[in-house]
C-alpha cells in the first residue's frame, strides 16, 4: 500500500487517487490488475491487536508477517506481536518508540499518530480471526500468482534440455508447499518448540498400547527394537532375492493400512490415532499381484493355487469373503515401473494432500531412476541422488519411507550368509542417508538347496535334522538404527501364503484363560 492509500484510507477507506493516475494516457486500453489485497482487514486486524493483545492468540497460529501485502502493516504486526511473546503490552504507545524513525506517511500523518488512528477506529476481538483468514488466503492468491507468473515465464524461456515434466514437478511442489503451509520449510526452531513436540511424542507412546512412539508393524518383537516406524525417517529392508523382502513389506503395509483409525478432535478436525494411510510403489509387481498376496495371506489360501486357479469352493468363498472386508483398506498402490524419485515424490505429495498420507513404501530402490545428469555420473551418483531424495521427502512429509533394496551377491560366496551393511549395492549413499537398514534373512533357503543325495543316508538325516531345525524361521536382522539398538529378531514365515508372524519357541505354550 502506498503512503496515499494509508494517509486518504485512514482505517476501512482505500485510495481512488491512484486507480485515477495516468487518466488520458493512450496506455488505458490495457486493463491493469493489481494483485489481490484487502487493506481495511489488515488495518482492522492490528487495530483489534492494539487494543486487546489477546486477539493475537487467534491468528499466530497461521499469520504471519510476510502475508500482509502492506510493508508497513507487516512491521507492525511483527513488533507487535515480539512484544506480546516476550510478556508485554502491545499498544499505539508502547509501540511509538519502534517507529518514531519511519517517515512520515504523509505531511499530516506520522507512523506514530497512524498507530493511535489503528486503535481508534478498531473493532470487536471476535472478527480477529476472520479478517486474519481474509489477510491469509489474500497472501496465498498472490502467492498463486506469482508462481503462474514464473509458470509461463519458464515454459517461452526454458533450455533445449529441460523437459515439461520437470517444470511440471517443480511447480507442483511448490503448489504443494503452499498446500501445507506451515509444515515444512519454516527455516530454523527455537528448542523449546522441539521439546514440547517430543514431550507430546513420549506421552502418546505412554499412553498407546504396546508403548510405540511411531507406526505398529504388527510384528511384536520388530516393534520392540524399532519403537515402530518413526516419522521423518527412511527404512531400508535389504536381502538377497527369494528371502523374502517384499512379503515383509506386504506385511507391514497391510497391518498398518488396517489398523487405521480416526477419531474427531474438539475443534472438529479429524485425527489418525492409530494406523496409516498407506502408499506402495510397486516398481516390480503389479497392483494385482500384490493384492493377489495380501488376499492369500489373509485368507490363508496359499497364492500359487490362487493363480493356477486349483482352489475348491470353500476356499473361493474365503476369497470373496476376505476381498470384500478389505476394499475398503486405505492402501493405495502405484504400480508405474521406472519412475524417477521427483515423480515418486510429486505423487506422495498428492496423496498426502488428497487422503492424507502416513506411510510410504517402495519396492524397489535399485528401479528407481534419478535425473539424467546424475545418471550419466554413474549408477552410484544416481542411487546417492535416490537415497537422499526419499530421505528429504520422508522429512518433508513427515512420514516414514520404506525402501527395499537389493544385496550384491557376494553374500552368496561366504560360509555365513547373513548379511552385513557392505553387502547393501551403492552401499554408501543408502548406509548414509537411511535412518535404519533391516536385512532379511531365511537360513532355510539355503539349507533347502544343500541337499545331500539320498544315498548318502547319513549326510541325508543330518540335512533333514537341519532343514527342520530352521523350518518356517525368519531373521531379521537390524544392522543400523540411529534412535535405537541394533540385533537380530526371529520371525515365523509361511512362505506358501507369504506371511511373516510374531516367533514362537518350540517349547512354546499357548497363555491360559481362565
Known amino acids: 500500500m502506498s503512503k496515499t492509500a494509508v494517509a486518504q484510507g485512514g482505517v476501512g477507506q482505500a485510495s481512488a487517487q491512484e486507480a485515477q493516475e495516468g487518466a488520458g494516457d493512450p496506455l488505458d486500453a490495457i486493463p491493469f490488475r493489481e494483485a489481490p489485497h484487502n487493506i481495511e482487514a489488515e488495518q482492522a486486524l492490528l487495530g483489534a491487536i492494539l487494543v486487546n493483545n489477546d486477539a493475537l492468540d487467534r491468528v499466530s497460529s497461521f499469520l504471519e508477517p510476510r502475508h500482509f501485502f502492506d510493508p508497513l502493516h507487516a512491521q507492525i504486526f511483527e513488533t ?52 486474519g483468514q481474509t489477510i491469509h488466503d489474500l497472501a496465498v492468491r498472490r502467492h498463486l500468482i506469482e508462481i503462474g507468473e514464473e509458470m509461463v515465464n519458464t515454459a517461452y524461456e526454458a533450455d533445449v534440455d529441460v523437459p515439461p515434466a520437470a517444470q511440471i514437478e517443480a511447480a507442483e511442489q511448490r503448489l504443494y508447499e503452499i498446500a501445507e503451509t506451515g509444515k515444512y520449510g519454516q527455516g530454523f526452531r527455537d528448542f523449546g518448540g522441539a521439546l514440547v513436540d517430543a514431550i507430546e511424542m513420549a506421552s502418546a507412546a505412554y499412553q498407546r498400547d504396546g508403548g510405540l512412539s511411531g507406526l505398529a508393524t504388527g510384528l511384536r518383537d520388530l516393534d520392540s527394537k524399532l519403537g515402530g516406524l518413526q516419522a521423518s525417517d527412511l527404512i531400508i529392508i535389504a536381502g538377497r532375492p527369494s528371502m523374502g523382502k517384499t512379503a515383509l513389506a506386504t506385511n507391514i503395509a497391510f497391518n498398518i493400512a488396517r489398523a487405521y483409525r480416526t477419531e474427531t478432535g474438539e475443534g472438529g478436525e479429524e485425527r489418525v490415532v492409530d494406523g496409516a494411510v498407506v502408499g506402495f510403489f510397486s516398481l516390480e509387481m503389479s497392483s494385482e499381484q500384490l493384492a493377489t498376496r495380501i488376499i492369500s495371506e489373509q485368507a490363508g489360501v496359499p497364492s500359487e493355487k490362487i493363480r493356477r486357479g486349483k482352489i475348491n469352493e470353500e476356499e473361493f468363498r474365503r476369497l470373496a469373503e476376505v476381498a470384500h472386508e478389505l476394499s475398503s483398506l486405505p492402501l493405495y498402490i502405484d504400480q508405474t515401473g521406472g519412475i524417477s524419485v521427483a515423480q515418486l515424490a510429486a505423487r506422495a505429495r498428492r496423496l498426502k494432500r488428497q487422503k492424507g498420507l502416513g506411510l510410504i513404501v517402495v519396492d524397489y530402490l535399485q528401479l528407481l531412476t534419478g535425473s539424467s545428469r546424475r545418471a550419466m555420473e554413474g549408477r552410484v551418483q544416481e542411487v546417492s541422488e535416490i537415497t537422499t531424495g526419499l530421505k528429504a521427502l520422508a522429512k518433508e512429509l513427515e512420514v516414514p519411507i520404506l525402501a527395499l533394496s537389493q544385496l550384491s551377491r557376494q553374500v552368496e560366496s561366504r560360509e555365513d550368509k547373513r548379511p552385513q551393511l557392505a553387502d547393501l549395492r551403492e552401499s554408501g549413499s543408502i548406509e548414509q542417508d537411511a535412518d535404519v537398514v533391516m536385512f532379511v534373512f531365511r537360513e532355510e533357503y539355503y539349507v533347502a538347496r544343500a541337499e545331500p543325495a539320498v544315498t548318502r543316508v547319513e549326510e541325508h538325516q543330518k540335512w533333514m535334522a537341519e532343514m527342520e531345525r530352521v523350518h518356517g524361521i525368519a531373521e531379521v536382522i537390524i544392522g543400523k538404527q540411529r534412535h535405537g539398538p541394533t540385533g537380530i529378531v526371529k520371525l515365523q514365515f509361511s512362505a506358501d501364503v507369504t506371511r511373516f508372524s510374531d516367533y514362537l519357541p518350540p517349547d512354546h505354550l499357548p497363555e491360559r484363560l481362565d
Do not use: C, M
Open 80 to 131: 507487535a506481536a515480539k512484544l506480546i511473546q516476550s510478556g508485554k503490552q502491545a499498544t499505539p504507545v508502547t509501540l511509538k518508540t519502534f517507529f518514531e524513525g519511519f517517515e512520515p506517511i504523509d505531511d499530516d500523518l506520522t507512523v506514530p499518530q497512524y498507530l493511535g488512528r489503528l486503535a481508534a477506529n478498531a473493532t470487536s476481538i471476535i472478527n480477529a480471526k476472520d479478517y
